[in-house]
C-alpha cells in the first residue's frame, strides 16, 4: 500500500501529531500510516482524507502483486 | 476520535465493577483462608485470592485512564492479536503437556503448572503486542 499523507499533509502544513489529534488517533498510528505499514479502516481513511480536504482514493493506492496498480472490475 | 467517546464511559463503569469483584473474591479467599474449614484452605481460598488478585490488578491498571485514552483503532487491534497468539500459544503449550503426561515423558503438579501458564499468558501476550507494535500493523 502507498500514501500521499505527507504530500498532502505538507500543503496544509500539519503536523503528524496535528493530523494525529485531528482525527484522533496515535501519533505512531499517522507515522505507520504514512509509511505504508498500517492498513486502516474506511473510517479512518476518511477521516483522514475529509482532514486533508482529498479523496481516499487520492491518497491510498494499492499495487498487485506484479507491480501493477489494482484495478476493479466490473 | 469521536467514536471512541461513548465506549470510555461505559467500559469505566464494567472496569469499576471487575475491581469491586476483585476486592470481594479477592477478600472472600483471605476469609476462607483464615477462618474457613480446613478443607476450603487448600483449593478454594487459594483460587479465589488468586482469581481476586488478577482481577484487581487488571482493572484498577485500566482504570487509571493513561492507556485509554491512548487507545486508537491500531492499538487496540494490535492488543486483541497479541491476546489470540497468546492464546493459542497456550493452547499449543497445554497440548504438548497433556501428550507428555499421558506418555510419561513429565509430570507436573498443579501449581507449578498453573503458575507456569499464568506467567506464559502474561508475558507471551505482551511479546506478541511488543512484535506487532514494532511491525505497525498485524499483518
Avoid at chain 1, 29 to 38: A, C, D, P, W
Avoid at chain 2, 36 to 63: D, H, Q, Y
Avoid at chain 2, 87 to 100: E, S
Avoid at chain 2, 126 to 137: A, S, T
Wanted: proline share 2%; with cysteine; glycine share 10%.
Amino acid at each position: 500500500m502507498q500514501t500521499r499523507i505527507k504530500e498532502f499533509r505538507a500543503r496544509r502544513n500539519l503536523t503528524q501529531a496535528d493530523l494525529a489529534d485531528a482525527v484522533g488517533v496515535r501519533r505512531e498510528t499517522i507515522v505507520f500510516l504514512e509509511r505504508g505499514k498500517y492498513n486502516p479502516s474506511l473510517r479512518l481513511a476518511h477521516l483522514v482524507a475529509k482532514e486533508l480536504g482529498t479523496t481516499i482514493d487520492q491518497l491510498f493506492s494499492f499495487a498487485d502483486e506484479e507491480g501493477g496498480d489494482m484495478v476493479l472490475e466490473e | 476520535m469521536n467514536e471512541n467517546t461513548p465506549g470510555i464511559s461505559g467500559s469505566h463503569t464494567l472496569l469499576t465493577i471487575l475491581f469491586l469483584a476483585g476486592i470481594l473474591i479477592f477478600g472472600a479467599g483471605l476469609l476462607m483462608l483464615l477462618f474457613g474449614p480446613p478443607s476450603l484452605k487448600e483449593g478454594v481460598s487459594l483460587s479465589c485470592i488468586s482469581a481476586g488478585s488478577v482481577l484487581m490488578i487488571i482493572s484498577a491498571f485500566r482504570l487509571t485512564g493513561r492507556e485509554r485514552s491512548q487507545q486508537d483503532e491500531r492499538t487496540k487491534k494490535i492488543g486483541t492479536y497479541g491476546l489470540s497468539w497468546s492464546w493459542f500459544l497456550t493452547f499449543i503449550v497445554l497440548f504438548v503437556i497433556f501428550w507428555l503426561s499421558v506418555l510419561g515423558l513429565a509430570s507436573f503438579d498443579v501449581s507449578t503448572l498453573a503458575v507456569f501458564l499464568i506467567l506464559l499468558m502474561g508475558v507471551s501476550a505482551k511479546g506478541f503486542q511488543w512484535w506487532f507494535f514494532r511491525k505497525g500493523d498485524v499483518e
